[in-house]
């Protein structure tokens, strides 16, 4: 962490990296949030349209309980990423769980998981989801059209 700050020290005009970096760390350690957002924002500043900047601004107001701001942030990062990202699909399914919408959360963890199978957390999600959506939308409902 703190050569991210000396990085920051030394050339605060071309730190973006480190701003997201320390911003991004804070955030998901669910600290300094205050400080995290006005480093992102900094990233951002410099690169609006980096998906990795915009997953961090978007797990930045996840952890504030913005969750409506939180998802637009976290799809815009999906959509302008090269390449999915397993980090931002699982941060798209934190994020619809706290919005009460457990299908489109398994739906996004599927998809990171699929990215990356080794992630026993994601597959933790992905039962838990599982059995909770089973009790609440039996497989055999018909939907209502």
């Known amino acids: 962490m703190d050569l991210f700050k ?12 480190s701003y997201n970096y320390l911003g991004y760390l ?4 669910n600290t300094h949030l205050e400080e995290a957002e006005e480093y992102i924002k900094r990233a951002l500043g410099a690169d609006p349209d980096n998906g990795a900047y915009l997953d961090s601004f978007g797990w930045l107001h996840y952890r504030q309980g913005k969750y409506e701001q939180a ?3 976290l799809l815009n990062a999906a959509r302008v990423l090269k390449e999915d990202d397993p980090t931002v699909f699982e941060h798209i399914g ?36 599982k059995s909770g959506v089973s009790k609440t939308e039996p497989a055999s409902a018909t939907p209502i059209k």
């Open 6 to 17: 000396q990085s920051i020290a030394i050339d605060p005009d071309n730190a973006a990296e």
């Open 26 to 29: 804070w955030a998901d350690q």
């Open 71 to 73: 998802i637009a942030e």
């Open 94 to 129: 934190d994020t619809y769980t706290a919005m009460n919408q457990e299908a489109k959360a398994l739906e996004y963890w599927q998809k990171a998981l699929a990215l990356d199978p080794t992630n026993k957390g994601l597959a933790t999600k992905i039962a838990q989801a």
